[in-house]
């Protein structure tokens, strides 16, 4: 007889300030939680790269933004932010190869002769090697249902998703993938002010939370 699969999750005991429904009442957690897609979410050191100033075929270096890691975060003049031999592609055959490491912070790549030009704004992102960073409580998640039916789980929110929830609580990507869902509903409470980096989300994803679920501001 096969052994049963069995997921094991980490238990985090108190509610987060952000939720304003106890988790005991019905109805409030997704029943057998939603898969997250570690694939959609970036490394802790993932590298963001905006192109500029546009740059020619040929060229032997890039103009880009300064480099900062995926999440915002700032990278250190002493780290090295993408080594040398990295592949980006910004675009199809747009593709440029360090030929030196770029160091955190760096407003300038060097690389082989671009067989092809590059336009301001054009960007991609390094991957990184590091462990994937952990999703935190609060963090909004989608999919169509076109990714539901191909069995693809939850990535980061776009707000033209048909499935769009929010993560009750932290999930370390690198040991499992099932998240607890704040299940949507117009009766689930969310408090704007406590939820983690609703103040930075784009008016459209702010809309797609304050659709389906009732939003307030809680007392401190």
């Known amino acids: 007889m096969a052994t049963p699969l069995v997921d094991y999750g980490f238990f985090q005991r108190t509610t987060p300030n952000w939720i304003g ?3 005991t009442d019905p109805k409030i957690t997704t029943p057998g939680g939603i898969r997250l897609d570690p694939a959609q979410f970036p490394r802790e050191d993932a590298v963001t790269v905006v192109v500029g100033a546009a740059a020619n075929a040929n060229d032997t270096s890039i103009t880009v933004t300064a480099l900062a890691y995926a999440d915002g975060r700032a990278i250190p003049s002493t780290v090295v932010a993408i080594p040398s031999g990295t592949i980006l592609r910004f675009g199809v055959k747009k ?3 360090l030929t030196a490491n770029a160091m955190g912070g760096a407003t300038t790549l060097t690389v082989e002769a671009l067989g092809h030009s ?3 704004n054009d960007s991609d992102t ?3 090697v590091a462990r994937r960073r952990l999703v935190r409580s ?3 998640v989608s ?3 076109a990714e539901r039916t191909a069995g693809t789980g939850y990535g980061p929110a776009v ?3 048909d499935q769009i929830a929010l993560v009750a609580f932290d999930l370390d990507l690198e040991i499992e993938t099932l998240a607890t869902a704040y299940q949507p509903n117009a009766g689930n409470v969310v408090y704007e002010n406590f939820l983690p980096g609703f103040d930075a989300l784009s008016s459209n994803l702010k809309a797609a939370i304050r659709s389906r ?3 307030m501001i809680g007392n401190n």
Do not use: E
């Open 138 to 140: 609060g963090t909004l």
């Open 126 to 128: 390094y991957a990184g």
């Open 95 to 97: 593709f440029a190869i």
């Open 118 to 120: 590059l336009a301001l």
């Open 143 to 145: 999919r169509t249902f």
């Open 159 to 161: 707000h033209t998703d």
């Open 213 to 215: 679920y009732t939003c």
């Open 21 to 23: 429904t106890p988790l």
